[in-house]
């Protein structure tokens, strides 16, 4: 138990911040619906850590999301009435929500939309950058 313990608790160190730069993922929702949207950021550890924050958007709003020193990783939405695909601050898409809890970091700050999936797509819409 004690290297296990002690392994986790190098690795989080490695993770602790080397700046002091305050993030920002800048969301708008496009659509004429209510959205939960999610934003990743951060180190994610199987199911230990999954650090994000969520909040409940009014249609055609914008909101910041602060992560502060901590890198995105990608926005989601876990809504079931309408379908978003996850989808890292490269643009890579990923399947169900928690998908983007696996995306590689992107250390900077990022305006993101929700737009349309190309025809044939299984989800209607994704996030891309604006």
């Known amino acids: 138990m004690k290297p296990l313990l002690t392994t986790v608790l190098f690795t989080l160190l490695l ?6 730069n305050a993030w920002q993922v800048t969301v708008t929702n496009t ?3 209510r959205l939960n949207v999610q934003v990743y950021y951060g180190l ?4 230990v850590t999954n650090p994000n924050i969520k909040v409940s958007m009014e249609p055609y709003t914008t909101h910041t999301f602060d992560t502060g020193a901590d890198c995105p990783r990608g926005v989601a939405s876990p809504d079931v009435h309408v ?7 490269y643009g890579t898409w990923y399947g169900p929500e928690w998908g983007v809890c696996w995306a590689a970091v992107a250390c900077g700050n990022f305006n993101m939309k929700i737009c349309d999936m190309p025809k044939g797509s299984t989800e209607q819409y994704s996030f891309c950058r604006e």
Not at 15 to 20: E, F, I, S, V, W
Not at 44 to 47: G, K, M, S, V
Not at 83 to 89: E, K, L
């Open 15 to 20: 993770h602790a911040p080397l700046n002091a």
């Open 31 to 33: 659509l004429g619906v």
């Open 44 to 47: 994610c550890i199987l199911a």
């Open 83 to 89: 379908n978003v695909m996850g989808t890292d601050m």
